[in-house]
DNA sequence: CGATGCATTGACCTGTGTCAAGCCCTGTGG
DNA sequence: CCACAGGGCTTGACACAGGTCAATGCATCG
């Protein structure tokens, strides 16, 4: 517990996830309510945010950086049941207590809003309340296909999935040219990874070697990956292989 | 509960599910609004109400009867990623396509709505919209908690979870008195018990006689459960004993 | 330099899947 | 009334994917 820190705001017009977050639908007075609550706070890599069980009583958005939600059974036993990506929401309107873990994996910046003025305003303006029910209902067939992927996937198409995943949403924030090989460091620890996929690390780790011998993947180092085809990688995955857009 | 089709509507305040579905905040004027579009269809177990990737033309909520949300994937691997109770919500708003098989295990009533007047109706009235999302996010929890048995328990931990599951909606349903013995019929095959829980019916069949051996439950003919001991079940399930409320 | 944290690899073990036989109902038709 | 077929379920024998335990490699950091 070091120093977390209040950071100056910025204009929420300058803001990177601007029109990707719970804000995306406000207009320029919404936006200028938003903007009196909100404050940033920071936090490092490896440092937990909100503890489950504990009091909310703020929520936010991801500005910047990547956060893990879990879920920890009493013996150790952990199962990650969210990334956190920037414009993700955290916190849940209506509840005092946070039902998991979050966690930053690296450093991470956060847009808070205290959560009684937030619930106001969300009553009060409909944009919010109607962006906040889309995002979450992505989150819900998010959540739902990754249920296919732990109850039915082996380790291999397991460790696929996650990669063409990430390797997607990579390419959906323009870090790629959308033509070539797709590369992308891991923002994860093979632990991590584990975690997501139901595995345990040694199993990840396996696999992820396998996936390299077979050609499907390139790795440099240990985190830093290509893909040379993406085709290729969606079929060990299990999918679909014609990349349809999305639900 | 026979011929799939259309019957007669009774109303809206003598519904059943009246306060706990999607119209659960309306007043009364906003009701009639709903009531105005509202239509019933029933369906006979085992019939698909809506095949994945169709047009969803309606949304609406389960008035009586079960039913399942699966995914398969092309070698016919199926995992099922929700189960449908009275007053759950079926179908998305904003979008045409459906993400999910939708199949009805028992006799089923469902309450719909044409998708676009429901969703204008959303649109207008934030009674409707402020219920779905919270609904929604109920509904992520549950993922979310599936997501944990699925990816981290074992098989036995994984059937205990369900008959926990099962048995807590029958109580809050006000089937048992509170204390005693908790008794009630699986509304579930052995096959669907396996698609939800990703294993196969031989285990589920194992796991089952296994518990029952252990006198963890007692079992008349293949649906009938009784669970003597609750507290006994939820350590099985690997949860937290102490029956806390709820996430 | 050793220490520390992540990752890889190997050897072995076990829980769950697979394949196959057979049981118990219920319903149907001779 | 019996025979029989079919669906749901149980049980057994065996195989194998993935877990466990342990040793080692490879950076980075003080």
Redesign the pocket.
Known sequence: MNAPGQTISPSCSDCPIRHRAVCARCDSEELEQLEAIKYYRSFEA?QTIIWSGDKMDFVGSVVSGIATLTQTMEDGRTQMVGLLLPSDFVGRPGRDGAAYDVVATTDIVMCCFRRKPFEQLMDATPHIAHRLLEMTLDELDAAREWMLVLGR??????IASLLSIIGRRDASLGTNGSSGPMVFD?P???????DYL????????????AL?KDGVIR?E???HVTIPDMGRLMEEAGDDSDGGVFG
Chains 1, 2 share one sequence.
């Open positions: 490896g996937k082996t380790a291999r198409e397991k891991l994860l620890t093979r632990e991590a990874m584990a139901g595995l345990t690390l040694e199993t990840v780790s396996r696999q992820m070697s390299k790795l180092g240990k985190r």
